[in-house]
């Protein structure tokens, strides 16, 4: 086993708040991973504080590649998140050109609860479409997916055949591997749901229900993931680990009932992840 990988993590840092690089770093760390954060945008807290203050680091990314480039970094996957600006779609494309050898994944964080996030325009969604494109693995939730997709986002439960349908419909714009997260099916169950186009395998991983929306629970699902296929697990192993470490993290911060905004308390969970257990959860959809 490779015990220097290396992720470059193309997302932003927000100070208060959980979520992306702040989640992203410890769990990749815990799990062995190296993690080279490239910070697209500076907040103060996350978009979901009211009068958040922000820098837009888009003139950074480019020069930070070519020092990268300058001195032979090899990283092993190139990861995004939030972006900022069009013009970051483009630096995005650029990292994973540069790296033609490692696992590209795109979380095309634009938003969640069918509405984009308020620093996401049309044409920022559109451009994300791209690069989705041209990833190896997606991980939008029910919203992104739509928008990727064109479609209305779903006010009911879906049927298998409907998940499978936009499963294939977003690896046929691009990338070998799909996963969705927080579907609400037919039958009344909550799953994340993966798509492997090479073997043509439909996984589900049901996970309960919590009365609680928590900022950064999509940083924290995709970043386990991405870390567990780092290492070689297989799809339905790395969707069931990564549902996993988030039920439990989501579970242990709903029990003191914080404030939603600040987060999922994560840190006290991250144990669970060093013992990197082999998981039967997943089933096929």
């Given at each position: 086993m490779?015990?220097?990988?290396?992720?470059a993590?193309?997302?932003?840092i927000s100070g208060v708040?959980?979520?992306?690089?702040t989640v992203?770093?410890p769990?990749?760390?815990?799990?062995?991973?190296?993690?080279?954060?490239?910070?697209?945008?500076?907040?103060?807290?996350?978009t979901?504080y009211?009068?958040?203050?922000?820098?837009?680091?888009t003139?950074y990314i480019d020069?930070a590649?070519?020092?990268?480039?300058?001195?032979?970094?090899?990283?092993?996957?190139?990861?995004s998140?939030?972006?900022a600006?069009?013009?970051q779609?483009?630096h995005?494309?650029?990292?994973?050109?540069a790296?033609p050898?490692a696992l590209?994944?795109?979380d095309?964080?634009m938003?969640?609860n069918?509405?984009?996030?308020k620093?996401?325009?049309?044409e920022?969604?559109?451009?994300?479409?791209e690069?989705?494109?041209?990833?190896?693995?997606i991980?939008?939730?029910l919203?992104?997916?739509?928008?990727?997709?064109?479609?209305k986002?779903?006010t009911?439960?879906l049927?298998t055949?409907?998940v499978?349908?936009?499963?294939?419909?977003?690896?046929e714009?691009?990338p070998k591997?799909?996963?969705?997260?927080?579907?609400?099916?037919?039958?009344g169950?909550?799953c994340?749901?993966?798509?492997?186009?090479?073997t043509?395998t439909?996984w589900k991983?049901?996970?309960?229900y919590?009365?609680?929306?928590?900022s950064?629970?999509?940083?924290m699902?995709?970043s386990?993931?991405?870390?567990?296929i780092a290492k070689g697990?297989?799809?339905?192993?790395?969707?069931?680990?990564?549902?996993s470490?988030?039920?439990?993290?989501?579970?242990?911060?709903?029990?003191?009932?914080?404030?939603?905004?600040d987060?999922?308390?994560?840190?006290p969970?991250?144990?669970?992840l060093?013992?990197y257990?082999?998981?039967r959860?997943?089933?096929?959809?």
């Open positions: 490779n015990q220097n990988l290396k992720v993590a193309i997302h932003d708040g959980r979520c992306s690089l992203i770093i769990i990749l760390s815990a799990m062995g991973i190296q993690v080279c954060p490239v910070p697209t945008v500076v907040l103060s807290a996350h979901g009211n009068g958040f203050v922000m820098r837009d680091l003139d020069p590649l070519a020092h990268y480039k300058q001195m032979k970094i090899k990283f092993d996957c190139i990861y998140g939030f972006l600006s069009d013009e779609i483009d995005c494309r650029d990292f994973f050109n790296y050898n590209k994944v795109c095309p964080v938003g969640d069918g509405k984009p996030y620093t996401y325009t049309n920022l969604c559109n451009r994300m479409v690069l989705a494109a041209v990833a190896d693995i991980t939008p939730n919203t992104e997916a739509s928008i990727l997709l064109g479609e986002y779903p009911a439960q049927r055949t409907e499978k349908s936009w499963l294939v419909r977003l690896s714009k691009g591997t799909v996963v969705i997260t927080t579907v609400p099916l037919a039958d169950s909550i994340n749901v993966g798509y492997d186009r090479e043509n439909f991983v049901n996970c309960d919590v009365p609680r929306h928590y950064g629970s999509g940083d699902f995709s386990v993931l991405v870390g567990g697990d297989s799809l339905p192993i790395a969707i069931d680990r990564a549902t470490f988030t039920e439990l993290a989501i579970k242990t911060t709903f029990s003191y009932q914080t404030d939603t905004r987060g999922i308390i994560f840190e969970c991250l144990k669970w060093t013992d257990q082999v998981l959860n997943f089933k096929t959809l």
